[in-house]
């Protein structure tokens, strides 16, 4: 994903450590101003435990970083939203072992 200049960086507080966590991450922006991430491969899918335990979080795109909430894509709209990272990420996304996706909501 970092080749199509895709990539952000996503901050999360660890659900252990209570640290601060990044990780960097293919997304698609919405018109809304919402973002969709999502765990493209098994080995980067550690972000994802930190979001169902805080969905506070920031992502950072081009050197601007805004403040989000996270929430997980219901099962029934998880085909829709895969469909739609796909096309607009490209074959990367294509071939990604998919595990859960995200909508970042940016706080008021």
């Keep these: 994903m970092a080749l199509g200049g895709r990539v952000g960086i ?6 252990k450590t209570g640290q601060r966590r990044t990780a960097p991450l293919g ?4 018109p809304d101003g919402s973002v969709l991430i999502g765990s ?3 080995e980067s899918r550690g972000w994802t435990v ?3 335990a805080n969905p ?7 050197g601007t970083e805004g403040r989000y909430r996270a ?3 219901p099962a029934d709209q998880r085909d829709e939203a895969l469909a739609e990272f796909k ?5 990367f996304a294509e071939r990604a072992d998919w595990g859960d996706l ?3 909501v940016p706080e008021a």
């Design 71 to 73: 929430a997980l894509v």
């Design 10 to 15: 996503l901050a999360t507080t660890g659900a």
């Design 27 to 30: 997304f698609v922006q919405r």
């Design 87 to 91: 096309a607009k990420m490209g074959s």
């Design 102 to 104: 995200f909508v970042l």
């Design 50 to 52: 930190n979001l169902k």
């Design 56 to 62: 506070a979080c920031s992502f950072k795109i081009k």
């Design 40 to 42: 493209g491969t098994k």
